[in-house]
């Protein structure tokens, strides 16, 4: 189980990878998106770091709630929206709930997946972000229903979300500025899949 405390240590080492990684994220963005990824979501998170204080003590779903809406509010195309829904529907899920374990995560990674459906009418095989986070899910999922091993779990998880930034390389992108390219798109990663894969690394390296 993981607690509230933990919680927070990990939002926070996941801001601080997407400011290091920044860069090479916007540099992803330039070759089929707006060239801003990185650099928007290094001042979402930046945000969220910045209201840290105020988060000592709450439960998970406040948490993840002040995540989603430094995110809406702080970044800007395409990727503030949707992880901000992300965020927001992961934190309602959580609820108020002080700690968590895998099949509460699994919950969460659900609640977020059909956030970012929902709010950029997309669905996997269109080179964005759920290219790699319906995969991870699914091989989280495979993985504890086989050895009830969180850890495992975790692992098989990212394995898949990596595959599923490779993938992202051989499909053309039909959402956002990058299905402007058609088949240009083609051998570019996909900047969103690969954010959501970062992130779930340091999940895994902090569980």
């Not at 779903?61 to 800007?76: E, F, P, Q, W």
């Not at 390219?181 to 690969?194: C, F, K, V, W, Y």
Request: proline share 2%; net charge negative.
């Amino acid at each position: 189980m993981v607690n509230q405390d933990k919680v927070l240590e990990i939002m926070v080492k996941i801001g601080e990878k997407i400011e290091e990684d920044k860069l090479f994220l916007t540099e992803l963005d330039n070759v089929i998106g707006d060239g801003d990824h990185g650099i928007n979501m290094a001042r979402g998170f930046g945000d969220f770091i910045s209201k840290v204080p105020d988060l000592q003590g709450k439960d998970i779903g406040a948490i993840l709630k002040a995540a989603g809406m430094s995110l809406t509010m702080k970044v800007g195309g395409a990727s503030g929206p949707l992880y901000g829904t992300a965020y927001l529907q992961a934190g309602k899920t959580a609820g108020d709930k002080t700690e968590i374990g895998i099949e509460d995560f699994i919950q969460i990674l659900e609640a977020a997946i059909e956030g970012v459906k929902m709010r950029g009418k997309a669905v996997t095989g269109e080179k964005t972000m759920l290219d790699a986070m319906v995969p991870a899910l699914d091989a989280i999922k495979e993985e504890y229903d086989a050895s009830k091993d969180a850890k495992k779990a975790l692992e098989a998880g990212l394995a898949a979300a990596k595959e599923g930034v490779e993938y992202t390389k051989t499909i053309i992108a039909t959402k956002g500025r990058a299905s402007y390219l058609g088949e240009r798109s083609i051998g570019h990663q996909d900047p969103g899949a690969t954010s959501f894969t970062e992130m779930l690394q340091v999940i895994c390296e902090n569980v």
